[in-house]
């Protein structure tokens, strides 16, 4: 990721004046995760996985996420830098997966697997935290917490 995106992932929380902007890019790769267990059937739906650029973490969601442009978002933001290829992108989701999926003899009960859609809807997008006072939230998720201070401190 050599410039950063312009197109935000979906908000739940909205800024308002006075918030301080913080942009951490992403990848955004569509999938399909097939389940199956030893008292199920064998279920596939399609999930969007989210890989964190600047962490490597991911996050595994339900349905399509569409990243959007946002024109209303100001200028000065603080965006991340990115530190994950998007060669690598595939390896944080597929193992995001994995840590959900159950170990050892559970396995057997209950299984999930990652199958990536290669094509050109793969994209990148910004994911947007909102630092309003001593709280910081997640304008994808809505999640707040009271962890703001500290992120301060670290960008």
Do not use: Q
């Not at 994950?84 to 396995?107: D, V, Y």
């Not at 009960?109 to 947007?128: E, P, Q």
């Not at 304008?139 to 401190?153: M, N, P, R």
């Amino acid at each position: 990721m050599n410039e950063a995106p312009k197109k935000f992932l979906p908000l739940k929380a909205a800024p308002e004046a006075g918030d301080r902007l913080v942009a951490v890019p992403c990848y955004v790769l569509y999938a399909n995760m097939a389940e199956r267990g030893l008292f199920t059937r064998l279920t596939i739906r399609e999930v969007t996985a989210v890989v964190d650029a600047s962490r490597g973490t991911a996050e595994i969601i339900n349905g399509c996420v569409e990243p959007c442009e946002i024109p209303e978002i100001p200028e000065d933001i603080k965006i991340l830098p990115a530190r994950l290829k998007p060669s690598e992108a595939e390896g944080a989701a597929l193992a995001a997966a994995a840590a959900a999926s159950p170990r050892g003899w559970k396995r057997g009960l209950r299984h999930s697997d990652l199958f990536f859609k290669h094509s050109d809807k793969n994209s990148s997008a910004l994911r947007l935290y909102i630092i309003r006072g001593p709280l910081l939230i997640d304008a994808f998720s809505g999640e707040s917490s009271g962890a703001a201070s500290l992120i301060e401190f670290l960008i």
